[in-house]
């Protein structure tokens, strides 16, 4: 047996798999499963405190990011002066045929497990089933070149997607409209921005480990400084 898979079945790691579909939630609600792990995309709910990654299981865990103790580091302040020739815009999330070709170029820098379109992220009715979602747009000279998804709650929000150009990875597009979505939640007085999930071992996911005011959801009813976090 390896030493990990002891360490999930001798208890030290909290193990959590619960899944429920709701239509509609309200923004005080959202707060509520947001602060206990949960994620969502369109109306399927679910919280997992371990993630499958190829022959490996990895400790899962919910991150957020404290919105008035935020600030950038100094490679997300290039990032962000790098794109300041980009159009930003937030509106109410109706993706129709300039984001689905975008979701097909994205979706080219996957080998396995790639999603069928943005549906599978957003659901059937994304601004309004089962919370209020808007589209973040980001245009360079008229062109659609990165959109991502933010779900509102009460006092927090919560990233669901983004996609973008392969052609404009050089951009760092999927950091830059994080932080665009942090500027925006702290223009709107919001307490907590959900990140989504990454791992405790090193993933895919490891960009969102990048942000300063980061927390983590224990799986215990606590949220923790990620620079407590041991892998």
Known sequence: ???????????????????????????????ELWSVGWRHF???FFRASLMSDGMCLKR????????????????????????????LSFDGAEPGQAESRLFDLHKMRFVGNVPDGLSDF?????????CE??????????????????????????????VFDPEFSCRRLGI???????EFAKSQGLQFY??????????CYDYK???????????EGCWLPVAQLHA
Request: glycine residues 4%; aromatic residues 10%.
């Open 42 to 44: 369109g109306t399927d």
């Open 194 to 203: 959900y990140s989504g999930y990454a791992t405790v071992e090193k993933s």
């Open 122 to 130: 957003l659901g059937a009715r994304p601004n309004g089933s089962p």
């Open 133 to 162: 979602c808007l589209q973040l747009s980001v245009h360079l000279d008229q062109r659609l070149i990165a959109a991502s998804f933010l779900a509102l709650g009460e006092r927090a929000c919560s990233s669901i997607y983004a």
């Open 1 to 31: 047996m390896s030493q990990q898979l002891y360490n999930l079945l001798s208890g030290e790691w909290p193990l959590v798999a619960e899944s429920r579909e709701r239509d509609r939630v309200s923004p005080l609600k959202m707060d």
């Open 209 to 219: 480990k990048e942000f300063k005011a980061l927390q983590y959801y224990d799986w």
């Open 176 to 182: 830059f409209t994080m932080l665009a979505e942090l």
């Open 60 to 87: 899962q865990i919910a991150l957020r990011i404290e919105v008035d103790q935020f600030s950038q580091s100094r490679s997300q302040r290039r990032t962000y002066r790098k794109n300041a020739d980009l159009e």
